[in-house]
């Protein structure tokens, strides 16, 4: 089996954040979403954290536009892609805990009509829109996730 050190293993950022105009109340809102789900389980590495934070222009900004919000979470998951290996049971907690992270992420995103985007590493790995969640998220990541893991 691999020589899996969690204290040196790789780690991938994934991101969950909302699409569209945010205000003070949805603000106060997704950090308790987040606190909820911080709060649901115990987590391999450690839970989602909140994220509200204001981008700065960088150089591709025209004159005018404003500056991007990001609100969401983000939290931190060993890499399974090669040459790394995760012990089975590592592999499953973590799609065990992005399932549930997806699922409460999809009820609040139902009840309040909001898009959340979901990146891993700054890739987009799929959203959710007004309860929605789309092929890419949960047939692509989650399902060939669990068809690796499970046959």
Known sequence: MSN????????????FFIEGDIDDELRADVESLVQKIADS????????EFVDQIDGP?????????????L?????LYTSLPPYEL?????????????????AVRKFSAEKK????????QDFVGDIEQGEVDEMLGETLLGEWRRH???
């Open 58 to 70: 960088d150089e591709n900004d025209r004159p005018g536009d404003l500056p991007g919000e990001t």
């Open 87 to 103: 012990p089975r049971e590592v592999n499953i907690a973590h799609l065990e805990e992005i399932e549930a992270l997806v699922e």
């Open 114 to 121: 909001v898009v959340f985007v979901f990146e891993l590493e």
């Open 41 to 48: 389980r115990d987590w391999v590495i450690g839970a989602p």
């Open 149 to 151: 893991l499970f046959g």
């Open 4 to 15: 899996f050190d969690p204290d040196t293993h790789p780690k991938l950022q994934f991101l």
């Open 72 to 76: 969401g979470g983000v939290m931190e």
